[in-house]
């Protein structure tokens, strides 16, 4: 209690770190200022989250004799309880995980109720509905899949019984933790939520205002759902009281009630997917960098912009003043807009949409990369179109530019050798802004996702071809989330753990990261300290304050359109490094959150 006692006073001192920017209407969650981080440095085992506290409850597990699986779910719970506002059990995750001999990949992608059609979130004139409209609303509530996915990845690499990994969460619920200054700023921000009573009650006093920044919030009902989860597994969330609760909220949302029935929650199921994994020339050796497959477009949209940054002349373009210079940045963007273009022509879930050619790895092909790299040159291109991999005709129509939102991020090794990277969402800023609850008079609770606002609105074209990323009975929505492990070629030892929330430009932060530690030779944290930067097929974003004004201005003179917005990123990363001598383990934590690194 005295180290939690120590880590919530922490949170007081965050406010005093400047006065938070304004929230961009780009970004999934708004920005609560800049924190300076000064990366960590461990010996044997390390656990990377976006809150203190539950940072330090995966750290306890890892010295209990707890796996990376182990101490993943502990830290998710917590995040459950004190960051609400990003991923939770109402939600979903991807777990990318390494024991030392293979690397696995856990889907716990939410998905579509049986009952819902293509025209979900069409209006009755068949137009798509304003896009926050279909947040917060029944409609775009898929099955969680978190709890679920954890449970199986706990099953096959956990060392600790599954119930004693709730402890940190349940005992946090019951005592209470202290409101952080970035949940505070968050829910001052926020409107919809207090359109929810049970949310309404929990986060926000009478007044209508927030609770201040360390004031003790307790949520007893959240303790009450856990405890059964530990007891009874993922089906104490899936069946019964709580899964009542959950059809019973979205069915009765007093303006656009969803379809999601008892039947869907109970045949959910995780799956185990085929990681996606490239060779990238990193500047001291040759990398093996491995990612989430489809649903996720992460993988997939990372490794192709890094492959075609190095085939451009920028591949080994260093740092201008320590920031990225703009011949760098141009080629960057140019490569981003090709890998979005094939993002929104062809991923999807694949148990419903076949890859092109066959296989996913076509977009990453050598001879495919090849021919896009000729696309870049020295000016903007007009447009960016998609490709054709293995020759292959795109049957399905463009994905219309749409937003995209949430989600928290865990990097995990320990000292049995595994390592892991998962990133997990309710997807936008306190997902559909529903809080379930088995009994009003208890407060609190659990916030619902809206993931399947991840789905195009439109689900045809003008011309009536189907887009692939549309709604369908079952089917998970396309993500960008990108849990990242990095390797070693020709060893396989594990190098890096590393990921992000942000939406669609989740790509870009993880890219950067990668990038600064495997080519610029930057440490986590001075790599995930870099500016930000990307795009999702608009604007160029370049962060707001941290690019010298010559270098905006030379990006338009290349025929870029660039704004300046908060980019709020939540990278975490752990790294294999040397330090006099020994091999340890180097820690960063985004200074735009409140996250910190713990271990031995």
């Known amino acids: 209690m005295r180290r939690l006692a120590c880590l919530i006073a922490?949170?007081?001192?965050?406010?005093?770190?400047?006065?938070?920017?304004?929230?961009?209407?780009?970004?999934?969650?708004?920005?609560?200022?800049?924190?300076?981080?000064?990366?960590?440095?461990?010996?044997?085992?390390?656990?990377?989250?976006?809150?203190?506290?539950?940072?330090?409850?995966?750290?306890?597990?890892?010295?209990?004799?707890?796996?990376?699986?182990?101490?993943?779910?502990?830290?998710?719970?917590?995040?459950?309880?004190?960051?609400?506002?990003?991923?939770?059990?109402?939600?979903?995750?991807?777990?990318?995980?390494?024991?030392?001999?293979?690397?696995?990949?856990?889907?716990?992608?939410?998905?579509?109720?049986?009952?819902?059609?293509?025209?979900?979130?069409?209006?009755?004139?068949?137009?798509?509905?304003?896009?926050?409209?279909?947040?917060?609303?029944?409609?775009?509530?898929?099955?969680?899949?978190?709890?679920?996915?954890?449970?199986?990845?706990?099953?096959?690499?956990?060392?600790?019984?599954?119930?004693?990994?709730?402890?940190?969460?349940?005992?946090?619920?019951?005592?209470?933790?202290?409101?952080?200054?970035?949940?505070?700023?968050?829910?001052?921000?926020?409107?919809?939520?207090?359109?929810?009573?049970?949310?309404?009650?929990?986060?926000?006093?009478?007044?209508?205002?927030?609770?201040?920044?360390?004031?003790?919030?307790?949520?007893?009902?959240?303790?009450?759902?856990?405890?059964?989860?530990?007891?009874?597994?993922?089906?104490?969330?899936?069946?019964?009281?709580?899964?009542?609760?959950?059809?019973?909220?979205?069915?009765?949302?007093?303006?656009?009630?969803?379809?999601?029935?008892?039947?869907?929650?109970?045949q959910y199921q995780p799956r185990e997917r085929e990681a996606l994994c490239d060779d990238q020339a990193a500047a001291q050796r040759t990398v093996r960098v491995c990612g989430f497959p489809p649903p996720s477009s992460g993988a997939i949209a990372v490794g192709q912009i890094l492959g075609l940054m190095a085939r451009t002349p920028q591949a080994k373009a260093p740092l201008v003043g320590g920031l990225p210079g703009t011949d760098w940045l141009h080629s960057y963007t140019e490569a981003s807009r090709l890998a979005f273009a094939d993002r929104a022509q062809y991923v999807a879930d694949p148990d419903f949409v076949a890859a092109p050619g066959g296989r996913w790895s076509s977009l990453l092909d050598a001879r495919y990369l090849d021919e896009r790299a000729r696309l870049i040159t020295s000016a903007r291109m007009p447009q960016a179109p998609a490709g054709q991999p293995a020759g292959v005709q795109a049957a399905w129509a463009t994905m219309p530019d749409q937003p995209e939102y949430g989600t928290s991020h865990i990097s995990i090794v320990d000292t049995f050798g595994n390592a892991l990277a998962m990133t997990t969402t309710i997807e936008a800023a306190f997902g559909s802004r529903m809080m379930v609850t088995t009994d009003p008079k208890r407060p609190g609770g659990f916030l619902l996702n809206n993931e399947l606002t991840d789905f195009s609105f439109a689900p045809r074209d003008a011309q009536g071809r189907p887009i692939a990323n549309r709604v369908e009975p079952g089917k998970r929505p396309r993500s960008s989330m990108s849990p990242t492990l990095v390797f070693d070629r020709s060893s396989g030892e594990v190098l890096m753990s590393a990921g992000s929330p942000g939406g669609a430009l989740i790509i870009h932060f993880t890219a950067k990261t990668l990038h600064g530690t495997l080519q610029w030779g930057l440490t986590p944290q001075a790599a995930i300290d870099l500016p930000n930067f990307g795009t999702t097929g608009g604007p160029l974003l370049l962060e707001e304050k941290r690019f010298p004004a010559a270098t905006i201005e030379g990006l338009r003179a290349r025929g870029h359109t660039v704004d300046t917005p908060v980019m709020t990123s939540g990278l975490q990363a752990i790294q294999r490094g040397t330090q006099r001598g020994q091999r340890v383990w180097l820690g960063g934590a985004d200074p735009r959150r409140e996250g910190i690194v713990a271990g031995d």
């Open 10 to 266: 922490s949170f007081a001192l965050l406010s005093a770190c400047g006065t938070p920017p304004t929230p961009s209407v780009q970004q999934p969650e708004g920005g609560s200022g800049w924190t300076p981080k000064p990366g960590w440095t461990f010996q044997r085992q390390a656990v990377a989250a976006a809150n203190p506290l539950a940072t330090e409850a995966g750290a306890r597990i890892l010295r209990a004799g707890g796996s990376a699986v182990d101490a993943a779910i502990a830290v998710q719970m917590v995040l459950t309880l004190v960051e609400p506002q990003s991923s939770g059990i109402g939600g979903g995750a991807f777990l990318l995980h390494h024991d030392g001999s293979r690397i696995q990949a856990y889907d716990g992608r939410e998905t579509t109720p049986a009952a819902a059609t293509e025209n979900l979130f069409l209006d009755a004139q068949g137009k798509p509905l304003p896009f926050m409209d279909g947040v917060a609303s029944g409609l775009s509530v898929g099955v969680p899949g978190a709890v679920a996915m954890l449970a199986l990845a706990h099953r096959q690499h956990g060392k600790l019984p599954w119930a004693r990994l709730f402890e940190p969460a349940i005992t946090l619920a019951e005592q209470g933790f202290a409101v952080s200054p970035r949940l505070n700023t968050l829910l001052q921000a926020e409107t919809a939520l207090k359109s929810d009573p049970v949310a309404a009650a929990y986060f926000y006093r009478p007044d209508g205002q927030p609770h201040p920044v360390g004031h003790v919030l307790r949520n007893p009902e959240l303790a009450l759902v856990l405890r059964n989860i530990a007891a009874q597994g993922p089906i104490a969330l899936h069946e019964g009281p709580v899964a009542q609760a959950i059809v019973d909220k979205v069915r009765q949302h007093p303006v656009r009630p969803g379809q999601l029935s008892l039947n869907d929650l109970k």
